[in-house]
């Protein structure tokens, strides 16, 4: 029997709904695929694909979109509307609706949502301030007005429950460590499961084989060092502030900072609500910093575009932080792995768009005998962009570099919807 999966990413700057009909333990099939883009960086933009042909391609949204449960319900509306897709002509055709949810706490499988579950998850809002309530609300519209679907909740932290003891623990008190559930979680799992699939595929080897040092670099960006198939180390926290720098937020600084950076941080912010509590050194550091306050834009595009000029001293500033703390990283990975990497990956917007920037973390870290083909750097194709067949794993290494560097085109939506197809719960 087939079944319609909706499967919903909320990420910080964007939503991305992909719809697929599927049937147990077979891989999705997609119908459709719809994204609301800059959300941080109005006007926000749309984008709808149907079986494969551009339907709209980065439409201004004239909706005011205070939040991503709204930029869900413009997606909605535009699937559900959309005489081309008679496969979803009534919300009661939706059987499953599956969510990326960034914070899973101590989950580590995917759970269909009921009320327990539910009110677990926003316990763990404080904890994701820029995702977890935006989800949840996405949640809980989808049991508002898809009551024939189940809801699953897919966490971004699942796949780093494999991450050994000595590295997810923080030399701090352990009492209290552990009563507060103080440890490393990691975040991007979804996409790092994803890739670690896709990558696997492509090199024709087991998953259980492989190594790899994998960056995920959106308007939040993180690191994985991969080992054996499984996360051995990432670069986000407690929390998805800590690591490299994003679109708004710092990424990891000396945690005395922000004692330093303003009087009374720890109180609460004035944006805190109800649901969410907030204190001003968090929202300093989640909000009010990264490429926004270096640059005074969000769009990684926009700095990575600019050419190196005293007059874009605060992009070319930025470009080159970044490529520092992703080099620490590729740097620190290495060693952990021991120097078996089957391959660097690239993905996420930013590692999947900017040549510019693959090239200068490659050029940075070719002492490790990593290297990129300008050709084939500057070549990559998004799959199914402009009617292109752009493949899922590009190749952008040098010939005769020791390691590999790949771009994957990671796809968190089919990842869950993947795993709802396997999921036996949602099948009887
Ligand atoms: N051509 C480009 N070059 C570099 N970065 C880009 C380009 N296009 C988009 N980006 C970056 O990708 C980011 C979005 O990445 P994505 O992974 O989709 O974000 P999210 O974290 O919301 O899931 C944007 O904030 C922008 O900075
Ligand atoms: C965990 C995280 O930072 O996600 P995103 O990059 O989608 O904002
Ligand atoms: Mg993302």
Known sequence: MKKIILSINAGSSSVKISVYSSEQNRDPEKLAETQITGITAPPAKLTYTRRGVTVTKNQAVTERLETQNDAFKVLLHTLTEDVGLPEIASKGDIAIACHR????????????????????????????????????????????????????????????????????????????????????????????????????????????????????????????????????????????????????????????????????????????????????????????????????????????????????????????LFVDRVCAFVGSYYVSLGGRVDALVFAGGIGERSARLRAAVADQAGCLGFAVDGARNEGVVAPGEDGAKGMVVQDVGREGARHRTLVCFTDEQFEMARGCAEDAELWT
């Open 101 to 320: 949810i960034v914070h899973g706490g101590d989950y580590t499988t995917a759970q269909v949502i009921n009320q327990d579950t539910l009110h677990h998850l926003e316990t763990l809002t404080d904890l994701a301030p820029l995702h977890n309530i935006k989800a949840l609300q996405i949640v809980q519209s989808c049991v508002a007005e898809l009551p024939g679907a189940a809801n699953v909740a897919c966490f971004d932290s699942q796949f780093h429950a494999s991450i050994p003891e000595h590295i997810y623990t923080y030399p701090i008190d352990p009492v209290v460590a552990r009563k507060n559930q103080l440890r490393k979680y990691g975040f991007h799992g979804i996409s790092y499961q994803f890739i670690t699939r896709a990558v696997a595929r492509f090199l024709g080897r087991e998953p259980a084989d492989l190594n790899l040092i994998a960056l995920h670099l959106g308007s939040g960006a993180s690191a994985c060092a991969i080992k054996n198939g499984r996360s051995w180390d990432t670069s986000m926290g407690l929390t998805p502030l800590a690591g490299l720098p994003g679109a708004t937020r710092s990424g990891s600084v000396d945690p005395s900072l922000v004692f330093h950076y303003a009087s009374d941080v720890g109180k609460l912010s004035p944006n805190s609500t109800k649901d969410l509590h907030i204190s001003e050194a968090e929202e300093i550091l989640n909000q009010r910093s990264g490429w926004a306050a270096l640059t005074g834009t969000t769009d990684f595009g926009a700095i990575a575009a600019a050419p190196p000029s005293p007059d874009n001293h605060a992009k070319n500033l930025a470009f080159d």
